[in-house]
């Protein structure tokens, strides 16, 4: 079992800036890719950005070139820097990883998330 803490959510202006956090911890046996989600009243959850353990990014289209996602494979941990935050990126942020456990018959895949973590963007 495996265990997302996320950290860094708030209240931003307009504008402003934050830093979200998330840490793994638990029966990690090896993590391909870890990301942030997020999920606005009434809206489906969607991508925010992800990174595997090799660096790729994607990022959503309304987020890429103001939101950085980054990562410390060493510490399980994923960041998000989100920069000229706007109302609309108000939501709940959710972290997620990607967990493989590889044997010499059979590869799981383990999804784990975070408990969510609130952004709020307001004026």
């Known amino acids: 079992q495996v265990q997302l803490v996320e950290s860094g959510g708030g209240l931003v202006q307009p504008g402003g800036s934050l830093r979200l956090s998330c840490a793994a911890s638990?029966?990690?046996?090896?993590?391909?890719?870890m990301g942030w989600y997020r999920q606005a009243p009434g809206k489906p959850r969607e991508l925010v950005a992800t990174?595997?353990?090799?660096?790729?990014?994607i990022y959503a289209d309304s987020t890429r070139g103001r939101f950085t996602i980054s990562s410390d494979n060493a510490k399980n941990t994923v960041y998000l820097q989100m920069n000229s935050l706007k109302p609309e990126d108000t939501a709940v942020y959710y972290c997620?990883?990607?967990?493989?456990?590889?044997?010499?018959?059979?590869?799981?895949?383990?999804?784990?998330w975070g408990q969510g973590t609130q952004v709020t963007v307001s004026s």
């Open positions: 638990g029966n990690i046996f090896s993590i391909s890719t």
């Open positions: 990174i595997t353990s090799l660096g790729n990014t």
């Open positions: 997620n990883a990607v967990d493989l456990k590889r044997t010499t018959s059979v590869t799981a895949t383990y999804n784990y």
